[in-house]
T-cell receptor, first 113, second 117 residues
Framework: GENVEQHPSTLSVQEGDSAVIKCTYSDSASNYFPWYKQELGKRPQLIIDIRSNVGEKKDQRIAVTLNKTAKHFSLHITETQPEDSAVYFCAARYNNQGGKLIFGQGTELSVKP | DGGITQSPKYLFRKEGQNVTLSCEQNLNHDAMYWYRQDPGQGLRLIYYSQIVNDFQKGDIAEGYSVSREKKESFPLTVTSAQKNPTAFYLC????????????????FGPGTRLTVT
């Protein structure tokens, strides 16, 4: 069935290090993969997204890579800062369900100064 | 924080009572969504609407109902049939929900934290 698996569930890094979060999806027809950042008690906010016709996308310290064959995509944050601490969610868009998004379970990232 | 709003921010109800959560957007978006978020879990889709006067069940629709009489508004009613209603509820909207959309991005409201005792 429809599923998005996200790992790890928690991640702790030192300031300045890189962080990588990985997701796998089940529907090969999925064509859109967003990443959201959610600070405590706040709304999720889109930080980067990628479509299925692209293998990689970068925006300053954030990058996302997509491997359609393996059906997995990853978020890479370089030079992490304490303000990067938050919960990050990946999602995949399912074409055969009216385009709804299926979300991963979330990764709580902690950046220690 | 304009664009999509939810009210109230916190809501307390007694068990057995129905409660309606408000969601309004001024982004001229066709599609709207309701999600439920529990601690340590991702967002789970309750209902979604791709166009006025139409909506579909998501993955966890039991015990919930919605209406979409206006493009700007998508209220969610949590009924007494919902066995575990205490949660953080998020509303979202996107330009279009149908295939072929130029933008798939979903914009979220600030959420309503519902506590039922």
């Amino acid at each position: 069935g429809e599923n998005v698996e996200q790992h790890p569930s928690t991640l702790s890094v030192q300031e300045g290090d890189s962080a990588v979060i990985k997701c796998t999806y089940s529907d090969s027809a999925s064509n859109y993969f967003p990443w959201y950042k959610q600070e405590l008690g706040k709304r999720p906010q889109l930080i980067i997204d990628i479509r299925s016709n692209v293998g990689e996308k970068k925006d300053q310290r954030i990058a996302v890579t997509l491997n359609k064959t393996a059906k997995h995509f990853s978020l890479h944050i370089t030079e992490t800062q304490p303000e990067d601490s938050a919960v990050y969610f990946c999602a995949a868009r399912y074409n055969n369900q009216g385009g709804k998004l299926i979300f991963g379970q979330g990764t709580e990232l902690s950046v220690k100064p | 924080d304009g664009g999509i709003t939810q009210s109230p921010k916190y809501l307390f109800r007694k068990e057995g009572q129905n409660v309606t959560l408000s969601c309004e957007q001024n982004l001229n978006h066709d599609a709207m969504y309701w999600y439920r978020q529990d601690p340590g879990q991702g967002l789970r889709l309750i209902y979604y609407s791709q166009i006025v006067n139409d909506f579909q069940k998501g993955d966890i629709a039991e015990g919930y109902s919605v209406s979409r009489e206006k493009k700007e508004s998508f209220p969610l009613t949590v009924t007494s049939a919902q066995k575990n209603p205490t949660a953080f509820y998020l509303c979202a909207s996107s330009m279009r929900g149908l295939a072929g959309a130029s933008s798939y991005e979903q914009y979220f409201g600030p959420g309503t934290r519902l506590t039922v005792t």
